[in-house]
């Protein structure tokens, strides 16, 4: 049975599956391209449950944005080199397009949405039978709002959302870009757990001077609360100092154009996973006696 050069293009063009791959589904279906087809969405499955357990911590951090809707998604693959690959590099940002249309608010929600003739989740299990590794759609953030909203992404591997009431779009972005460097854990001071409060105020008590613990509690106290403050000033997005402008604080940039920040998140590409590091000169020698 001849498997023409012509079949095989139209079923790469179609699957996106190698030459090799084309040709064995051809040859195993009868020349029948959707049976083919079926047969590589089935064998790319497969190897995506046999690749499934392996760390993907590398990846991007994508966006999606249109008018009062956006979207961040991380993707995660193996290496560093498929994370580079146009592929791969295709597949995210057609799944943040398919997170921003479809509305979905997580990722298992996002698994199901349409993407190509199939779903994100077909399209993802595509995309390992292509480039040999693991590839997981781990992390999505969005927000849908009538206020001001950026999306800012650094380098491929930090994303930001920021939500601003009042302001600009430029001052929204401003603070997506502050956020993205400075990476404050929370919005505000009233976002700061008070167990986080209460260890800081011991903390500050510990370091209190002798000469200081002297002092009569009203002004120890000032001085305790002065520390505790600056402290989670630093942790709050609002008590830094100002990327744009050092010479500001972001409370102070907000207050000038008479806006409040309302919400933000920032995803960083492999937050959280532990990497497994391969000592390859130590598996030579152990493999070869010498360990």
């Not at 989740?121 to 693991?134: C, F, P, Q, T």
């Not at 930001?160 to 870009?177: I, N, Q, T």
């Amino acid at each position: 049975m001849e498997i023409t050069a012509g079949l095989v293009k139209e079923l790469r063009e179609r699957s996106g599956a190698g030459m090799m791959e084309c040709k064995k589904a051809l040859t195993e279906n009868g020349r029948d391209i959707e049976a083919a087809m079926e047969f590589l969405r089935k064998t790319g499955l497969a190897k995506a449950d046999k690749k499934a357990g392996r760390v993907a911590a590398e990846g991007r951090v994508v966006a999606a944005v249109n008018g009062k809707k956006a979207v961040l998604v991380e993707v995660n693959s193996e290496t560093d080199f498929v994370a580079k690959d146009e592929n791969f590099i295709a597949f995210a940002d057609a799944v943040a397009k398919a997170a921003l249309a479809s509305g979905a608010t997580d990722v298992e929600a996002l698994k199901t949405a349409k993407l190509d003739g199939g779903t994100v989740e077909d399209a993802r299990a595509a995309l390992i039978a292509k480039v040999g590794e693991n590839v997981q759609v781990r992390r999505l953030a969005r927000i849908d709002s009538d206020n001001h909203i950026a999306a800012y992404i650094h380098g491929g591997r930090i994303g930001v959302l920021v939500e601003v009431k009042g302001g600009s779009d430029e001052l929204a972005r401003g603070l997506a870009m502050h956020v993205a460097a400075m990476n404050p854990p929370y919005l505000n001071a009233a976002q700061v757990p008070a167990e986080i409060v209460a260890k800081e105020k011991e903390i500050a008590m510990a370091q209190v001077s002798d000469k200081d613990k002297g002092k009569p509690a009203e002004i120890l106290e000032k001085i305790v609360s002065g520390k505790v403050n600056k402290v989670v000033s630093e942790m709050c997005l609002t008590g830094q100092a100002y990327v744009l402008d050092t010479n500001s604080t972001v409370e102070a940039a907000l207050k000038k154009e008479g806006a409040t920040a309302v919400s933000m998140q920032r995803l960083a590409v492999g937050e959280g996973i532990e990497k497994v590091v391969e000592d390859y000169a130590a598996e030579v020698m152990k493999q070869a006696g010498l360990a």
